[in-house]
């Protein structure tokens, strides 16, 4: 048990990003047709989510510093967004399972999560007195603010279809309201992500796997996005809204897509012109989760506004979010291994580093 309680001391924050890539590959698989992948991927889900609450929880109890040295990291403190993110993902599998009653004690639990992580970290972040330069201290972790809300505000806009009114109206107010939080916080950080793009040094391992979420965090704005339209008649407000709703949708897809390209050549020149060795590393599922939920986003956008135009694109991203899953599962899978057998054999010094999120 030696290797668990390093994997649960060493836990990295952004870890749940597993549990966000295992999601959104469920739900694009479904939306896709290949309905007993979805199944089986939720299962999994469910066991992975469960497992890492048990690592979380036993850090906190028996790894409380390093836990609060992480949470007060300008680097690694974001991560611990993606739990509230994976809680929002694993509500919404639940709901196409009909499961609506544990996915509302789902939503519940992730708006808990949110509120407390949320001002926590920024809380901290912002007083805190020794803080490093731009370059050093942010990464495209901290967009997990953004996927974060965003998953409460997809998760509301779900559930607001299965309540009665007034309680309709009221959760849908709520999925408006994280809506436009979310977008808010993109604008804020990406635009500090951009800067230091452009104007600091960038190496091959400062191109870390999470800056996929500079295009995750706007495919899920716009899935949430969709959601409000096509929840319009349910709520007066987004009745109101639904030229604003429509445009900045596509706003924020045009902009997701806009990644895609200098992205996969960043990625390009990391491995192939620079040759940064290509082995499994945690932060890969964050790059996973971006390439469903574009899959995810584009699928409902084209049903909200009638742009069967544009289905071809899910239809071929969902191949590269199932492909990308299975390397990156096979990465997880080999890598547990090799952790199992150095510490079956003392003799052999163990890597206990991690990588930053």
Same mark, same amino acid.
């Given at each position: 048990?030696?290797?668990?309680?390093?994997?649960?001391?060493?836990?990295?924050?952004?870890?749940?990003?597993?549990?966000?890539?295992?999601?959104?590959?469920?739900? *694009?698989?479904?939306?896709?047709? +290949?309905?007993?992948?979805?199944?089986?991927?939720?299962?999994?889900?469910?066991?992975? @989510? !469960?497992?890492?609450?048990?690592?979380?929880?036993?850090?906190?109890?028996?790894?409380?510093?390093?836990?609060?040295?992480?949470?007060?990291?300008?680097? #690694?403190?974001?991560?611990?967004?993606?739990?509230?993110? *994976?809680?929002?993902?694993?509500?919404?599998?639940?709901?196409?399972?009909?499961? @609506?009653?544990?996915? +509302?004690?789902?939503?519940?639990?992730?708006?808990?999560?949110?509120?407390?992580?949320?001002?926590?970290?920024?809380?901290?972040?912002?007083?805190?007195?020794?803080?490093?330069?731009?370059?050093?201290?942010?990464?495209?972790?901290?967009?997990?603010?953004?996927?974060?809300?965003?998953?409460?505000?997809?998760?509301?806009?779900?559930?607001?279809?299965?309540?009665?009114? $007034?309680?309709?109206?009221?959760?849908?107010?709520?999925?408006?309201?994280?809506? !436009?939080?979310?977008?808010?916080?993109?604008?804020?950080?990406?635009?500090?992500?951009?800067?230091? @793009?452009?104007?600091?040094?960038?190496?091959?391992?400062?191109?870390?796997?999470?800056?996929?979420?500079?295009?995750?965090?706007?495919?899920?704005?716009?899935?949430?996005?969709?959601?409000?339209?096509? =929840?319009?008649?349910?709520?007066?407000? !987004?009745?109101?809204?639904? $030229?604003?709703?429509?445009?900045?949708?596509?706003?924020?897809?045009? *902009?997701?897509?806009?990644?895609?390209?200098?992205?996969?050549?960043?990625?390009?020149?990391?491995?192939?012109?620079?040759?940064?060795?290509? #082995?499994?590393?945690?932060?890969?599922?964050?790059?996973?989760?971006?390439?469903?939920?574009?899959?995810?986003?584009? +699928?409902?956008? #084209?049903?909200?506004?009638?742009?069967?135009?544009? !289905?071809?694109?899910?239809?071929?991203?969902?191949?590269?979010?199932?492909?990308?899953?299975?390397? *990156?599962?096979?990465?997880?899978?080999?890598?547990?291994?090799?952790?199992?057998?150095?510490?079956?054999?003392?003799?052999?010094?163990? =890597?206990?580093?991690?990588?930053?999120?």
């Amino acid at each position: 048990m030696n290797w668990l309680a390093k994997g649960a001391r060493g836990l990295s924050p952004a870890y749940f990003a597993l549990v966000m890539a295992t999601g959104i590959v469920s739900i *694009a698989s479904d939306r896709a047709g +290949f309905r007993t992948i979805a199944a089986v991927l939720l299962w999994l889900n469910a066991g992975q @989510y !469960l497992v890492l609450w048990i690592l979380t929880s036993w850090r906190l109890l028996r790894y409380r510093q390093s836990l609060a040295d992480d949470l007060t990291d300008h680097r #690694s403190g974001p991560g611990f967004l993606s739990a509230v993110a *994976a809680t929002g993902v694993v509500g919404n599998q639940l709901i196409l399972a009909g499961a @609506y009653d544990l996915a +509302f004690g789902f939503w519940i639990f992730g708006l808990f999560l949110w509120i407390t992580l949320t001002y926590a970290i920024f809380t901290n972040l912002t007083i805190k007195e020794n803080k490093p330069t731009i370059d050093q201290g942010i990464t495209g972790a901290w967009l997990l603010a953004v996927v974060s809300t965003q998953s409460i505000a997809l998760l509301s806009a779900l559930l607001a279809r299965h309540f009665e009114q $007034p309680l309709r109206l009221h959760i849908n107010f709520v999925a408006l309201t994280m809506w !436009l939080w979310g977008g808010m916080m993109y604008i804020s950080i990406i635009s500090l992500i951009f800067y230091r @793009y452009m104007f600091f040094k960038f190496s091959p391992a400062d191109f870390v796997p999470s800056y996929w979420i500079n295009m995750g965090a706007m495919a899920i704005s716009t899935l949430a996005g969709s959601l409000l339209i096509e =929840n319009a008649a349910d709520a007066w407000f !987004l009745e109101t809204l639904i $030229p604003f709703l429509k445009g900045f949708t596509i706003f924020f897809w045009a *902009a997701g897509t806009w990644w895609i390209p200098m992205l996969l050549i960043l990625g390009v020149w990391r491995h192939l012109y620079r040759g940064f060795p290509l #082995s499994y590393d945690p932060s890969y599922w964050s790059a996973v989760f971006p390439l469903g939920m574009y899959t995810v986003c584009t +699928f409902e956008m #084209s049903r909200a506004m009638s742009l069967d135009f544009l !289905l071809f694109i899910p239809r071929v991203f969902v191949y590269l979010a199932l492909l990308a899953w299975a390397t *990156a599962f096979f990465g997880l899978i080999k890598s547990l291994v090799s952790s199992l057998i150095r510490d079956m054999q003392p003799g052999l010094e163990s =890597n206990t580093s991690r990588p930053n999120f």
